[in-house]
């Protein structure tokens, strides 16, 4: 996707960097110093702060107004002469770099997460939010994995009663088996091979906030810590209780979790989605909630 980057200013005294995307990009023909008007940017916490556009943005140059006047002669007058300093490195409260150099994602309810186009861009998106279960897919939730150390690649029983894995070119007399949802087309499966080496597959849970809705995609280490149990456990209480596997899962919906995030785009013919990836979970400290809610209300 063509792209081009623009550094604007104001008199702030700082500067940022803005992206824009596709035919914006390719049309965007407007000389240094132009005044621009920008609504529906999305702004970007990752090492700092900037700005990105999309097809739902909108952008002017060179408005007919007051304030774009008054900012154009301050510019041509104080502004082209002055230094500007960036938002690179910046922390802010719930989003950017740590001191430690980890990433502080951003506080988002789910509704933000889809307005602001998280996981849209080039790059992929972290964020984090405050959701609860509702729903979780339980069919095929876990499937036969090969028991070598770092290696998840699906087995294929050989009707010896032993477990194949073609990867490490063994046999195991049972599996190991792992949490996972079957991916309906390819594009996102390679997605996980190119990333996590093949075979390791996602579990996928609905979730709610009080604005919106969205699908997350649980790993293997996340899936256990949200299920409570491990895969070969969870198959064996198919296998021998059902009931006491349906309770699983019940326990498991209409908890409320903080949820750790990555979006990232995803291109299957021609339909462009976001996809979640539950990077970690956990349980809700509401005492640390309401103390940061208190702190976020006497911030006003």
């Known amino acids: 996707m063509t792209k081009r980057e623009l550094i604007i200013v104001d008199r702030s005294g700082y ?3 803005m992206t824009i995307w596709g035919r914006q990009a390719q049309e965007f023909s407007s000389p240094p110093e132009s005044i621009i008007a920008v609504k529906g940017a999305k702004v970007s916490d990752f090492n700092g702060r900037s700005l990105s556009l999309f097809s739902s943005s909108m952008m002017q140059i060179d408005p007919d107004l ?3 006047h008054s900012l154009s002669g301050w510019y041509k007058n104080v502004g082209r002469n002055e230094h500007f300093s960036t938002h690179a490195g910046l922390r802010t409260e719930g989003g950017g770099m740590g001191g430690d150099g980890k990433r502080v994602d951003t506080r988002k309810t789910l509704a933000a997460v889809k ?8 790059a992929p998106d972290y964020f984090s939010c405050l959701a609860t279960v509702v729903f979780i897919r339980q069919e095929n939730v876990s499937y036969p994995a090969c028991r070598s150390e770092g290696c998840k690649k699906k087995v294929v029983e050989d009707g010896s009663g032993q477990w194949r894995c073609e990867r490490c070119d063994k046999s195991w007399d049972s599996p190991l088996h792992r949490y996972y949802n079957p991916l309906s087309h390819s ?4 997605i996980l091979v190119d990333s996590y080496g093949g075979g390791r597959y996602i579990m996928t849970v609905s979730v709610n906030d009080h604005s919106s809705q969205a699908w997350f995609n649980l790993f293997d280490d996340v899936g256990q810590k949200f299920l409570g149990v491990d895969a070969n456990t969870l ?4 296998e021998t209780d059902l009931a006491k596997a349906n309770e699983v899962f019940q326990n498991a919906t209409f908890t409320m979790w903080n949820w750790r995030v990555r979006g990232k785009q995803d291109n299957y013919q021609g339909q462009v989605k976001v996809r979640y990836q539950v990077m970690d979970a956990q349980p809700v400290d509401f005492k640390e909630e309401s103390a940061r809610l208190i702190k ?4 006003y």
């Open 15 to 17: 500067s940022v960097q």
């Open 66 to 68: 007051e304030e774009a």
């Open 115 to 122: 307005d602001e186009g998280l996981g849209m861009g080039e």
């Open 187 to 190: 594009s996102f499966r390679s």
């Open 235 to 238: 198959v064996e209480y198919k």
């Open 296 to 299: 976020l209300i006497q911030s």
